[in-house]
Nanobody, 133 residues
C-alpha cells in the first residue's frame, strides 16, 4: 500500500523558513513525477514544485528563488526548503507521487507540476504552513 507522509509544517513569521519532508513507502516507480502542492480553503490545489525521474525540476512562478525541491538518496523521500516565506504562502501543503507509463523526459517539463495529472493517485494527508505578517 502506497503511503506518503508529510511533516515539517508549522507557524512562522513573514521572512522565515521551513523545511517540509515527505516520506514515501510501499512503491517503487521507475518513471515518475513527485511534487509538492498546496491548497487553501475555497481554492483549487495548485502545484508548488515538482521533480521527475529524469531529474527535471519545475517551480510555480510565485515560489521561484524562494523554494527548493530535492529528493533523498532513496528517491522516495521528498523535501521542500521554503525561504523568505510570505503570508500568501499560508496553506495546507501536500506531497504526491505519480507513476508514469512512459519516460518522464517525453512529457512536458510542466506536466509534473499540474495537480490534475495526479488525479486520485498517491497523495499525503498534508502539513499545514501558516505565515504571519
Amino acid at each position: 500500500q502506497v503511503q506518503l507522509v508529510e511533516s515539517g509544517g508549522g507557524s512562522v513569521q513573514s521572512g522565515g523558513s521551513l523545511r517540509l519532508s515527505c516520506e514515501g513507502s510501499g512503491y517503487t516507480y521507475s518513471s515518475y513525477c513527485m511534487g509538492w502542492f498546496r491548497q487553501v480553503p475555497g481554492k483549487e490545489r495548485e502545484g508548488v514544485a515538482s521533480i521527475d525521474s529524469d531529474g527535471r525540476i519545475s517551480y510555480a512562478d510565485y515560489v521561484k528563488g524562494r523554494f527548493t525541491i530535492s529528493q533523498g538518496n532513496a528517491k522516495n523521500t521528498l523535501y521542500l526548503q521554503m525561504n523568505s516565506l510570505k503570508p500568501e504562502d499560508t496553506a495546507m501543503y501536500y506531497c504526491a507521487a505519480l507513476p508514469l507509463g512512459v519516460a518522464s523526459a517525453t512529457l512536458s517539463a510542466l506536466y509534473c507540476l499540474r495537480a490534475e495529472n495526479y488525479g486520485e493517485g498517491d497523495w499525503g494527508k498534508g502539513t499545514l504552513v501558516t505565515v504571519s505578517s
